[in-house]
């Protein structure tokens, strides 16, 4: 039994571009949350999506963004990249509001 | 709107040696309280979870955890550290809210000497 994956492991872009990250939830899971983790903190809630629709957000611009698609699996958009989104971003996945699991993340670094 | 306070940002331990990371939140109502441990490169493993009923709650990998609501504390625990423990250790509380998301700690770095 799979776990969380996501994609890509590491990527490097520069200011101002756009990044996609990906996540496949663990299998039975239907709910995708995200989380950025810069380095030297613990991570921080960005938002949960539940049925394909964002069920809560956290304190996090518009130019953070997400999908969830109806096999579960889900996308990060951040755009306008800025060197304070250098960070580890974690998908975690769950069946509804039940235990986490988490995926090992995607480490972005932007110049 | 809840917090968690990890006192420690490292700790060093000599093999065997006992060990105690410190947390403790904000939180105006019961708090659903985690422990996670965190190696290189790795996401978020689950070590234990408090949610109700016994203040003294066992985990994997032989890891404890005590909650004390007079102290808004909710200590990690192990009696005996093996080299394999050196990791992140992070504490986080679950809102009561629809999403049910993390409040995580700024995590505690553990070292473990020979």
């Known amino acids: 039994d799979a776990g969380v994956t996501q994609s890509p492991t590491h990527l490097i872009k520069t200011r101002g571009q756009q990044v996609t990250l990906r996540c496949s939830p663990k299998s039975g899971h239907d709910t995708v949350s995200w989380y950025q983790q810069a380095l030297g903190q613990g991570p921080q809630f960005i938002f949960q999506y539940y049925e394909e629709e964002e069920r809560q957000r956290g304190n996090f611009p518009d130019r953070f963004s997400g999908h969830q698609f109806p096999n579960y699996s889900s996308e990060l958009n951040v755009n306008a990249l800025l060197l304070g989104d250098s960070a580890l971003y974690l998908c975690a996945s769950s069946r509804n509001t039940g235990e986490l699991f988490f995926g090992e993340g995607s480490r972005l670094t932007v110049l | 709107a809840q917090s968690v306070t990890q006192p420690d940002i490292h700790i060093t331990v000599s093999e065997g040696a006992s060990l105690e990371l410190r947390c403790n939140y904000s939180?105006?109502?019961?708090?659903?309280l985690f422990w996670y441990v965190q190696s290189p490169g790795q996401g978020l493993q689950l070590l234990l979870k408090?949610?109700?009923?016994?203040?003294l709650v066992q985990g994997i990998k032989g890891f404890e955890a005590e909650f004390k609501r007079s102290q808004s504390s909710f200590n990690l625990r192990k009696p005996s550290v093996h080299w394999s423990d050196a990791a992140e250790y992070f504490c986080a509380v679950v809102n009561s809210g629809s999403a049910r998301q993390l409040t995580f700690g700024s995590g505690t770095q553990l070292t473990v000497l020979p």
């Open positions: 408090y949610f109700s009923g016994d203040t």
């Open positions: 939180y105006g109502a019961t708090p659903y």
